[in-house]
C-alpha cells in the first residue's frame, strides 16, 4: 500500500499520539508499505516550530532521523504538483494542506488524513 500522511497525521504517529486510529497506525508503521512526507509538511512544521505555535518533544533534527530510520520517502515540489494545485477549487485555504492534495492528486497517492476537506478533491482517504 502508498499512503500520503497529512501534516498532522505524521505528528500523531511521530508521538505516538492516541487520536491516531489503531489500524492506521498499523499501516504506517508496517514496513511493507510505502508511506511518504510531503516537503510541504516538513516545511509547515519547522515554521511552526519557530514561530513558537507547534512543540515537539524532540528536535526536529530526530524528526527527520526518524523519517529516513523508518524509510519514509519524502515528495519534493515538482512543476507537476504546481500545475494541479493552480487548478485546485477553494474548497480548502491553507497553503500547506492545498499542496498535499496537489502532490496526492499528481501523484495519485491516498492521504492519511482527519481533515474532511481533502474528500471535496475527489481523493481517497484513509482514517
Same mark, same amino acid.
Given at each position: ?7 498532522h ?17 498499523e499501516i ?17 512544521? %519547522? ?10 518533544? %524532540?528536535p ?11 524509510q ?6 515538482e512543476f ?7 487548478k ?21 497517492l ?13 481523493? %481517497?482517504?484513509?482514517?
Amino acid at each position: 500500500m502508498r499512503l500520503l500522511l497529512d501534516t498532522h497525521t505524521l505528528l500523531w504517529f511521530y508521538g505516538g499520539d492516541e487520536s491516531l486510529p489503531a489500524d492506521l497506525k498499523e499501516i504506517i508503521g508496517d514496513p511493507a508499505n510505502d508511506c511518504y512526507i510531503s516537503i510541504a509538511s516538513l516545511w509547515e512544521i %519547522t515554521i511552526k516550530i519557530s514561530l513558537g505555535k507547534l512543540e515537539i518533544s %524532540t528536535p526536529i533534527t530526530e524528526l527527520f532521523s526518524f523519517l529516513e530510520r523508518n524509510q519514509f520517502w519524502v515528495v519534493p515540489i515538482e512543476f507537476d504538483h504546481l500545475l494541479h494545485l493552480q487548478k485546485l477549487p477553494h474548497h480548502h485555504k491553507d497553503p500547506f494542506d492545498r499542496l498535499i492534495i496537489a502532490q496526492a492528486l499528481s501523484e495519485n497517492l491516498p492521504i492519511a488524513t482527519k481533515d474532511q476537506f481533502f474528500g471535496h478533491y475527489g481523493l %481517497t482517504t484513509q482514517w
